[in-house]
């Protein structure tokens, strides 16, 4: 049997009288996408510091591949990397200077650091930026430049610390498919994110983190259908037919209504676990319903839970927003 | 330009192809030894004033103000004529410019420890110690380009060094031994103090009465009977003596030794301290 990419027990650390990380069980298992998944200040970046032999946990152990990682750190370091929320490369060289720099530091030759990170550049369609200081790249261009530097050795684990935070979404997308190929290529990526969308998109399991300890954990779909299917946001053209309206839902959907701060909008679980309707069925009628009774609708969606909504769930009280 | 940059953004679509080649698990390198891993982080000091030259201003402006300022300052009422006075007073001031040039070296890492890629460094299966020592090895040269533009400006104001070429080059020498092992109190207060201006501030109070409470300026005979003890295990003293000694052509080994001894203590002492910091931040 081999040994999971990352097991932790009861792993704790401790700033002065902050706890960060409370007690956190993990088992990732080898060539997978895991989710870490929290608000700001959950505990997401120590633990993964912790992993990266960046910080000694104050209490429980932590294995990689079967290493400790406070005994067997150097062990443990030659088998990751990390990509940190703040680009993990010197701002002040250029693309190909940083590439060499750790290409050597981590053993190649002269010649060998220069082909390789030519081919990395090339890879990750930075060539022609290859000769400019990291601090003149774009943010897409700048997470590349961070992961191509993670990848000079393939690494057995990759550790991506909020990776798409402050990209627009086509820089978003290539990262997201550069994980995918990376992951498929063997290597386990563990990621932390704020965004429930983006742990779906990657992440074969996911653990949500609060204040420091994981308050639920299982595949996306587990995660989503615990907290129900979506939500129903709606929109009237008349403020006054909103009591109405928010009638009509409640009898439908089964749930309690929640009126915006916006006088025409309405706010609704689609609660699909307890009936065998899906969200979507339960939203059509939910429509059907508001037409019969006359009332008018401007805009009607059915989303997906945000990350404030798995919280709300999971925690009874709203998330922190990002 | 902007927009060719928006261009080349817009056109990348990671290739499971290309990217999948570059995935390949082929057999790791080698790990470095400590010796080619700090020399390639040295690599990195050099690269960095390469590309901000500008940072070179503190090691060749200061220096020559310094000399120039106390050269004429002091140099009629203390020897009768500023040639005389430079004779007694380069090696000194040499001194006395690069030490405090050295903490340049913890005010650098300060900013720079507080950037991702250390993060990066630390997380590499090399040498520890590496990253600051590579960093220190940059900093020599500064030390050593800062050391020869004195020389410089002392020879052309009429400094004359009895020892020649060679007791020139040596006493530099000595003096960027020194340096390197000075620079470790630097790199320990650039780990646990948290701004740079603190870094600063801590500097300069242990830099000022170190190279002014010592030979470099006057004759420590006149000087109080406490302060002469004080000037006396003073290491700056040690240094600016050997380097005299050397410069004047009559290398006096004991204060050489002292500078050895002293060097050796300090990396000791605040190489370790410095590492503790670095293995703990």
Redesign the interface.
Known sequence: MTAPAIETAGLIKRFGDNTAVAGVDLTVPPGTVYGLLGPNGAGKTTVVRMLATLLRPDGGTAQVFGRDVVREADAVRSRVSLTGQYASVDEDLTGTENLILLARLLGHSKPQARDRAAQLLAAFGLTEAAGRQVKKYSGGMRRRIDIAASILNTPDLLFLDEPTTGLDPRSRNQVWDIVRIVVAAGTTVLLTTQYLDEADQLAGRIAVIDHGKVIAEGTPGELKSSIGAGTIHVRLREAAQRPSAERVLAAVLGTTVQQGSDPVALTARAEAGGSERGAAELASQALARLAEAGIVVDDFSLGQPSLDEVFLALTDRPGVPA | MSTD??E?????????E?????????D?????SAW??SL??G??AI??IK??PEQLFDVTAFPIIMTLMFTYLFGGALAGSTGEYLQFFLPGIMVTSVVMITMYTGVGLNTDIE???F????????WRP?ALVGMIFGDVLRYILAATTIMVVGLILGFRPEGGFLGVVGGMALLVVFSFAFSWIWTMFGLFLRSEKSVMGASMLVLFPLTFLSNVFVDPGTMPGWLQAFVKINPVTHLVSAIRSIMAGSPDMAEIMWTFVASAVLIAVFGTLTMRLYN?K
């Open positions: 940059t928006a080349t953004v817009s056109a990348y679509a990671p290739s499971s290309t990217l999948g080649a570059v995935l390949a698990r082929a790791r390198p080698k790990r470095p080619a891993a390639t982080f690599w990195r690269l960095k590309h901000v950037k991702g890629v993060d990066r460094f630390r997380t590499l299966p090399v590496a703990r």
